[in-house]
């Protein structure tokens, strides 16, 4: 089994990456694993309206069903992901997600990829959004709520 970590600033196509990366590997793209086992505030809401790719909302599905019911959701996905023969893309993006992963799995299974879009294609994406979310003007990359909130920009 193989873990490959997608660390990435927010709109740096991880999500299109890890698609593409699971489909050429013939793996299992996760999507943002770090947002469904550890939910923080408004997140919780929106994971039990969440659908997964296979299509079935995600307390119904047969990968995240047992998990997200589980006790203990990090160990539940943990044990669940030991099991699985494939390689496995998770797209969470954060160092915090990262430490997790590097507790849990050896070295030799976890391949963490830094994922940087050039700044001026990823500052146009921001821009788009922001606009099309009614979330205000992109007047600086110091005032932008996604680069501040993103462990990458340390990396810059």
């Known amino acids: 089994m193989k873990y490959v970590n997608i660390l990435s600033l927010d709109r740096s196509?991880?999500?299109i990456t890890n698609t593409f990366l699971s489909e050429f590997y013939g793996g299992y793209a996760l999507g943002e694993v770090g947002r469904t086992i550890h939910p923080v505030g408004s997140e919780q809401n929106s994971l039990r309206e969440s659908v997964c790719s296979c299509g079935s909302q995600l307390e119904d599905c047969e990968f995240w069903g047992d998990i997200l019911s589980a006790e203990n959701v990090a160990k539940a996905y943990i044990s669940k992901v030991r099991a699985l023969d494939s390689v496995v893309f998770d797209a969470s993006k954060t160092i915090k997600?990262?430490?997790?992963l590097r507790s849990n799995f050896p070295n030799e299974e976890l391949i963490s990829v830094v994922l940087l879009r050039d700044f001026s294609g990823w500052s146009k994406s921001v821009k788009n959004a922001m606009e099309r979310n009614g979330e205000?003007?992109?007047?600086?990359?110091?005032?932008?709520?996604?680069?501040?909130l993103s462990d990458i920009r340390l990396f810059l």
């Open 13 to 15: 196509r991880s999500t």
């Open 97 to 100: 997600h990262s430490r997790f």
């Open 136 to 148: 205000g003007s992109f007047s600086s990359i110091g005032a932008n709520k996604h680069f501040l």
